[in-house]
């Protein structure tokens, strides 16, 4: 398993060396839950943890952001908490999130309303361009943005852009 130093180096070799701009990156840092089952929720190893990924997000996020600036939107979550060593589904310390958005499209807020871990990928889908099945759990934290369809209004300007581009090589 690759903990989260080897996460940001790899991460920052390929932003670093790739010449294709990606549409989306799923970036998995597991050091927290690792030690909060080894060590206990709040525990000094599970503390260092936090520490760790702090610092290789960091790393991403400049990296990220030396590539493209703020064109580009992140999203920063977790899929769970927990408490002792493991998660109880009763327990707020295991229910409660961060939920964070920053960058394209973003309108900066606390969100009053609670978000769901559910929301996520329908959120994602609806920042791509991509339309959201109606079979899916969630729907998309459309208020964390700037207008309804603000960031998918860009990024299908985008891909236009992209369209074009390709189709003018191609001449
Ligand atoms: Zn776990």
Redesign the pocket.
Known sequence: MWLADAVAANVVKYFSTTSQRPELVFIHLPDV?IA??ASGWMSDDYRSAVLRVDAALDKILQRIQASYGTDVTIIVTAD?G?INF??DNALNESRQIPWIAWGRGVHTQIIASPVRIVDLAPTVLWLLGVSVPTNIDGSPVTQAFQAPGAAGALHAASLRDAASLATAGTH
Do not use: A, I, P, T
């Open positions: 839950d909060g089952h769970h927990g493991s998660h």
